[in-house]
């Protein structure tokens, strides 16, 4: 039987939140099984844990934000991109603060401290969400799209648009057949950016106060001006499709089919998972009896558990 997954050990990190700009430390802790992904503010009188699924989102205004009355979690999106790539089904992530630290502005650092903790199988079948038919959202405007599609495996394609000089020299296309390999060597070390010229703007609305160009890719009029330029050559789109599997894990489980987004950014993620909830026909539990029976991308979560590349390591911090 293909089982859950929790974390083997607790870790800790601590670092910079890219839009409150505090400190704030984290501890990810294994958790029993089928109890999800939850977050817990240990910054708080009373402990209130806070699952992170569809209905705990309360915005999506440049992140995730999760929520229940006032209390709120921002920018799980990263880390929660790490637990699905790396197939965690169950932790509990408690923070001193209102945001998630940004790290360097990828999901690579949070990649490398869980695997560091270590995953251990536990004795409840993994549950994957398999898409039967399509699910479409268009946003406010027609500009952004997202949708689910039927397919044998976990497959992402996106487009990103914009009118700027920088961008005319990279990759706005990218498609990736997901196996945890393709996860950690080419997606998750791919950097949240930003336009220096929204900086003022960003700023006046109480976000990216923690921004700098030690953990977001900076475009200036013509180029980037992060000293050591792109990780990758299609960075800018991995991200994209690196919030977006983020966001999907809201479902609580990895899917089986493929995601399409075009411009789509957490608010069309969000809409595209509540409108799959909503439509019960278009998707099914399964579960699988062994790893040669999961879809191809899958099979390393059943596997030895690849070891982190060393640059990797280094642009996590360790």
């Known amino acids: 039987m293909i089982t859950q997954k929790t974390l083997r050990n607790e870790i800790r990190a601590s670092g910079i939140g890219l839009h ?11 958790a029993p099984p089928s109890t999800g992904i939850s977050f817990v503010r240990k910054d708080l009188d009373s402990v209130l844990e806070i699952s992170a699924s569809v209905e705990s989102v309360v915005d999506t205004t440049l992140s995730m934000t999760i929520g229940h009355e006032d209390v709120t979690i921002s920018t799980i999106e990263h880390l929660m991109a790490a637990f699905s790539g790396l197939g ?8 001193d603060g209102p945001e998630i630290p940004i790290m360097d502005g990828s999901a690579a650092p949070f990649v490398f401290l869980i695997q560091s903790a270590g995953l251990v199988e536990q004795p409840v079948a993994k549950q ?15 500009e952004a799209h997202a949708g689910l599609l039927p397919s044998e495996d976990f497959c992402v394609r996106f487009r990103i648009e914009y009118d700027h000089p920088v961008f ?21 070390r791919a950097r949240t950016f930003g336009f220096l010229a929204d900086y003022e703007r960003l700023k ?20 980037v001006l992060n000293e050591e330029g792109l990780r990758l050559k299609d960075e800018f789109v991995k991200h994209k499709m690196l919030d977006a599997i983020g966001d999907l894990f809201l479902l609580g489980h990895n899917v089986i089919g493929t995601f399409v987004g075009h411009r789509s950014g ?22 699988f009896e062994n790893s040669a029976e999961l879809p191809a991308g899958y099979q390393d979560f059943y596997s030895e558990i690849s070891t982190f590349p060393a640059e990797m390591a280094i642009a996590a911090g360790a």
């Open 20 to 30: 409150t700009g505090r400190k704030s430390h984290i501890a990810i802790r294994p």
């Open 88 to 95: 965690v089904d169950n932790a509990l992530v408690e923070v």
């Open 128 to 142: 994957f969400i398999k898409i039967n038919h399509e699910v479409g959202i268009q946003d406010i405007g027609g």
């Open 168 to 188: 005319h020299d990279h990759a706005d296309y990218s498609a990736v057949n997901f196996s945890q390999t393709a996860f950690i060597k080419n997606v998750s």
């Open 204 to 223: 006046s609305m109480n976000l990216a106060r923690g921004g700098s160009l030690d953990n977001t890719l900076v475009i200036g009029e013509n180029s």
């Open 266 to 287: 957490h608010r069309t993620n969000y809409q595209l998972v509540r409108s799959l909830l909503e439509t019960p026909h278009a998707w099914e539990y399964v579960t």
